[in-house]
């Protein structure tokens, strides 16, 4: 079982920046992938930026803003926003699988993160 923690989000004006951390209760760097997720109210869940086996990946409307990247001596993830947009306002999760899995199944509560323009 791995329990997932998120904080970092806040209230933000258009081009300001915000931190996301995510802390796991066990060691993931060798056997999780892990992501960062976002859903803004009335709209799909979407998968905002992935890191694991040597590898990220960012979805198009994030990339060149935002980094991910993992802490693996105190199992934390983090997501590096920047240049923040008002449609860039949603909850944001904290997920994480193993590699072999298809499933996301570990995720955190949740931190919102607001864009005011």
């Known amino acids: 079982q791995v329990q997932l923690v998120e904080s970092g989000g806040g209230s933000v004006q258009s081009g300001g920046s915000l931190n996301l951390s995510c802390v796991a209760s066990v060691d993931t760097y060798s056997s999780y992938l892990m992501a960062w997720f976002r859903q803004a109210p009335g709209k799909e869940r979407e998968r905002v930026a992935t890191?694991?086996?040597?590898?990220?990946s960012y979805i198009d409307s994030v990339k060149g803003r935002f980094t991910i990247s993992q802490d693996n001596a105190n199992n934390k993830l983090y997501l590096q926003m920047n240049n923040l947009k008002p449609e860039d306002t949603a909850m944001y999760y904290c997920?994480?699988?193993?590699?072999?899995?298809?499933?996301?199944?570990?995720w955190g509560q949740g931190t919102q993160v607001t864009v005011s323009s």
């Open positions: 890191t694991g086996r040597c590898s990220t």
């Open positions: 997920a994480a699988r193993k590699w072999y899995l298809r499933e996301w199944n570990y």
